[in-house]
């Protein structure tokens, strides 16, 4: 009897904001999402089939795929909350939480300050997502400005490094399965992408499903920050239940500008460029990697 093939990991890729060239829309994730789509296995089928769109709004304001995704196909949502808060309407946070209560795996990321803020009411990650003025951080003593470059930009902006370089980063003990990296010579994720004003995430008070896996450290203040939460929650005896989640503590570790600052940015990004990610080869390859392993545990598949 011949093997079946198993199906590949339908991923959709999805910003809160309509398509706008001078913004982050999801053209600028295109690194992302090419590579994704170039993933194969030992036997060279393909494990991700990728779909990438912008927000669109339908007669009602709501987005016609987030509204419904309890009903889609799709395994995994990598949601870019890149709004300054008006991102999901009510019927888009409640598709997405039908599709997060029937398995489904959601990524949800954000940035500085106030920026990707409809997420915090979210499904499960959410709650993890610390702004300034939505579901602030429960360390008040973090409820300080890190960045004090940018002055337009207020806390959480912790600054790990400019757009283009790398950030050295801590996986949290024991290592999480989504920073092992059996290519490095250490063999974990070392590096992520740096940015100079990163949001704040965190393990919501009374969450015990949930644990930081990976610290940045400030290189204004030397603090050290969280950069992702995971998430798993219990099964039921059918293994049925929510699916699992990861917060990311900001959208920029998946961004083109970031990965190769070369591609260019958005006008209103002020500050100077850096070019580590291009010269330190396993930088590159760290992020590739962890974005790998993000799209096979989200699915229940071991990196």
């Known amino acids: 009897m011949a093997e079946v093939m198993e199906k590949p990991i339908r991923i959709l890729l999805q910003t809160t904001i309509p398509a ?25 089928n393909h494990l991700f089939q990728v779909t990438s769109r912008n927000r669109e709004s339908d007669a009602e304001g709501n987005d ?3 509204s419904n995704l309890g009903e889609s196909d799709f395994d995994e949502l990598w949601l870019f909350a890149v709004d ?31 920026l990707g803020s409809s997420i915090c009411n979210l499904c499960g990650v959410g709650a993890a997502h610390f702004f300034q003025n939505y579901n602030p951080d429960p360390d008040e003593s973090r409820r300080v400005i890190d960045d004090i470059y940018t002055k337009n930009i207020s806390w959480p902006n912790y600054h790990s490094g400019r ?28 590096f992520f992408p740096a940015h100079p004003h990163e949001g704040a ?65 958005p006008s209103f990004v002020s500050e ?24 096979l545990w989200l699915a229940n598949k071991t990196p």
């Not at 060239?21 to 994730?29: G, L, P, T, V």
């Not at 757009?163 to 070392?190: C, F, W």
């Not at 850096?274 to 930088?283: D, I, L, S, V």
């Open 272 to 295: 100077p460029p850096g070019n580590t990610m291009k010269t330190e080869t396993r930088a590159l390859e760290d992020i590739k990697t962890y974005v790998r392993n993000i799209g």
């Open 64 to 66: 016609p795929i987030l």
């Open 163 to 190: 757009n283009g370089d790398y950030q050295k980063i801590t996986p949290s003990e024991p290592v999480h399965e989504l920073l092992k990296n059996l290519a490095s010579p250490s063999g974990v994720i070392e």
């Open 84 to 114: 300054v808060g008006d991102g999901l309407t009510e019927k888009d946070r409640a598709g997405i939480t039908a599709f997060h209560n029937r398995g489904g795996g959601l990524l949800a990321t954000r940035d500085h300050q106030d």
């Open 201 to 265: 995430v965190g393990v919501p008070p009374g969450e015990t499903n949930g644990r930081v896996i990976a610290i940045g450290t400030s290189q204004v203040s030397g603090r050290e920050f969280n950069l992702a939460v995971a998430f798993e929650w219990p099964k039921d005896a059918d293994g049925n239940g929510q699916g699992r989640g990861v917060a990311e503590s900001t959208f920029h570790h998946f961004c083109d500008y970031n990965w190769n600052a070369d591609i260019g940015c």
């Open 20 to 44: 706008t060239e001078d913004d982050w829309s999801i053209d600028r994730f295109s690194l992302l999402r090419d590579y994704l789509a170039s993933v194969k296995d030992d036997e060279g």
